[in-house]
């Protein structure tokens, strides 16, 4: 296949049936996705002579990749310059099949267990990348992708257009089939950030909140932030400080000695006094998040805060 690409003749019809061809036998094996990978590169570098290359360089990644499940499959691939330059071919050309079956390349696991080569530039090419609203195929990879590239990489490329890609992408806990860990991780960073903060939506605060009841020990380490809180507050964000007191009252309580029950108290009661509903929603957090950790009590210094809550609101109620 190789040799028929260097040797074809400008029209590359014989090639172009050949890989028709392949493409409809369905044939799915790792050596096939490895060959097809390369076939790829090779089609990259004779693109500039070889007529109809886009078409012939989709056939190959569809024979390759188009059954690929990246989360379990186990390839060995070479990636070459020429696959990197591809890229651009690939995501400027709005074919969501196409672009997925290129993520499958990159976000697949390696039999010889050598770390993902191209995550960097597959986080440059998810932020600028305008195809909203995703296909179900797409939208199932790049979340996996996500994943395996973390918050630093995006951090770097740029975390406007990240959170701009997961507001479009409207993550949800069903999504989250494996590596919940790592997408908590992901959250926390990401709303640490002063773009996070302000633009993140607040289905994600939700989702945070929601994962952090079942998995906070997982995060015991992680540093406390005290400028979101203030933040959230001074900027009137109501439903995402709501969920972010729950993330620190299940991380960081009181008794951690990373936080104090007056700071708290104080931003608790005035957020019960702009949010009325707010009281109840972080009971039910910490209801939650006490019945999924078996070995969590509820902070008392949380109980107290939320009856002074309510005794206020009943002396309200009877005036």
């Known amino acids: 296949m190789i040799q028929a690409i260097y040797t074809s003749h400008p029209n590359c019809k014989q090639l172009q049936i050949l890989l028709s061809h392949l493409q409809k036998s369905k044939i799915q094996t790792s050596q096939l996705t490895e060959m097809a990978y390369e076939w790829c590169s090779v089609i990259h570098e004779n693109y500039s002579i070889l007529k109809g290359?886009?078409?012939?360089?989709?056939?190959?990644?569809?024979?390759g990749f188009r059954h690929v499940?990246?989360?379990?499959k186990q390839i060995k691939l070479i990636h070459t310059e020429h696959h990197q330059k591809l890229a651009n071919i690939v995501f400027s050309s709005g074919d969501s099949e196409a672009i997925t079956d290129l993520l499958c390349?990159?976000?697949?696991?390696?039999?010889?267990?050598?770390?993902?080569?191209?995550l960097k530039m597959c986080a440059?090419?998810?932020?600028?990348?305008?195809?909203?609203?995703?296909?179900?195929?797409l939208r199932s990879h790049i979340i996996y992708a996500i994943r395996l590239i973390g918050y630093k990489q995006f951090e770097q490329v740029g975390v406007e257009g990240f959170i701009r890609l997961l507001n479009d992408l409207h993550v949800c806990?069903?999504?989250l089939d494996i590596g919940v860990v790592a997408w908590l991780r992901l959250l926390l960073d990401t709303i640490k950030s002063s773009e996070g903060i302000h633009h993140l939506s607040c289905s994600y605060w939700e989702l945070l909140v929601g994962l952090i009841a079942h998995w906070s020990r997982w995060l015991r380490t992680s540093t406390y932030s005290p400028h979101i809180m203030i933040s959230l507050q001074d900027a009137k964000?109501?439903?995402?400080l709501t969920c972010w007191i729950g993330v620190v009252w299940m991380v960081w309580p009181p008794e951690s000695g990373r936080t104090t029950?007056?700071?708290?108290?104080?931003?608790?009661?005035s957020l019960?006094?702009?949010?009325?509903g707010a009281l109840q929603k972080l009971e039910e957090h910490m209801e939650q998040w006490s019945k999924a950790q078996s070995s969590n009590e509820i902070p008392k210094s949380f109980e107290q805060i939320c009856k002074q809550a309510h005794d206020k609101a009943a002396q309200q109620a009877t005036l």
């Open 173 to 175: 806990a069903k999504d």
């Open 237 to 240: 964000e109501w439903d995402k």
């Open 124 to 137: 440059e090419h998810l932020i600028g990348l305008h195809l909203h609203p995703f296909s179900s195929r």
């Open 53 to 63: 290359a886009k078409a012939l360089l989709f056939l190959s990644l569809e024979i």
């Open 69 to 72: 499940n990246p989360k379990r």
């Open 261 to 269: 029950k007056e700071d708290l108290e104080h931003v608790m009661l």
């Open 272 to 276: 019960f006094h702009q949010q009325p």
């Open 105 to 118: 390349a990159w976000t697949s696991k390696s039999s010889s267990n050598t770390p993902y080569p191209q």
